[in-house]
T-cell receptor, first 113, second 114 residues
Framework: QQPVQSPQAVILREGEDAVINCSSS?????VHWYRQKHGEAPVFLMI?????EQKGHEKISASFNEKKQQSSLYLTASQLSYSGTYFC??????????????FGQGTILTVHP | NAGVTQTPKFQVLKTGQSMTLQCAQD?????MYWYRQDPGMGLRLIYY???????DKGEVPNGYNVSRLNKREFSLRLESAAPSQTSVYFC?????????????FGDGTRLSIL
């Protein structure tokens, strides 16, 4: 079952902030975040791990709420290069879901000058 | 720095034709995945292979088969193509199924079925 992302789309001006949310119906083991530019492949942004540890390489932050089975991506002081579609990919804990990475429907972020 | 290579990049088929999409990775990854991407639907998992010798169904496996040929290669086959299978197909790989291991995607195959 796909996780649910909100909002579906957001339009910003350079320098503004945005939050993208991701909710899963199953217990989370980790949450992956990816960004896709138009016509290109998705590119890894970061991984949030159960227990709060974060692995990534961009100046974008995120949070992971185990109780609510949610993750949020925070983009602050947005730049033009942040434009694209953002996908969350929760990895669910245990059972037949192990190893499977199922993505949300995506959030389209557009940053204008 | 090839990473994940998909072939072909574009293909047009007629309804009922068969086709195999190829995917190869040179990163010595254990796990490989096939997704399809349709407007408004995000990335939907078709099949995955957690390790060489194993394959499992994802969310939308109907109409597809896969083969994990060896550690490097994971192919996706459409036995009898249907217009509903028109989509962009992405192959991805990751070192393993551990929670802290990111996926690396190929550039995609754009498939149209008439």
């Amino acid at each position: 079952q796909q996780p649910v992302q909100s909002p579906q789309a957001v339009i910003l001006r350079e320098g503004e902030d945005a939050v993208i949310n991701c909710s899963s119906s199953k217990a989370l083991y980790s949450v992956h975040w990816y960004r896709q530019k138009h016509g290109e492949a998705p590119v890894f942004l970061m991984i949030l791990l159960k227990g709060g540890e974060q692995k990534g390489h961009e100046k974008i932050s995120a949070s992971f709420n185990e109780k609510k089975q949610q993750s949020s991506l925070y983009l602050t002081a947005s730049q033009l290069s942040y434009s694209g579609t953002y996908f969350c990919g929760p990895q669910n804990a245990g059972g037949t879901s192990y190893g499977k990475l199922t993505f949300g429907q995506g959030t389209i972020l557009t940053v204008h000058p | 720095n090839a990473g994940v290579t998909q072939t072909p990049k574009f293909q047009v088929l007629k309804t009922g034709q068969s086709m195999t999409l190829q995917c190869a990775q040179d990163m010595n990854h254990n796990s490989m995945y096939w997704y399809r991407q349709d407007p408004g639907m995000g990335l939907r998992l078709i099949y995955y292979s957690a390790s060489e010798g194993t394959t499992d169904k994802g969310e939308v496996p109907n109409g597809y088969n896969v083969s994990r040929l060896n550690k490097r290669e994971f192919s996706l086959r459409l036995e009898s193509a249907a217009p509903s299978q028109t989509s962009v197909y992405f192959c991805a790989s990751r070192p393993g199924t551990g929670r802290a291991q990111p996926q690396h995607f190929g550039d995609g195959t754009r498939l149209s079925i008439l």
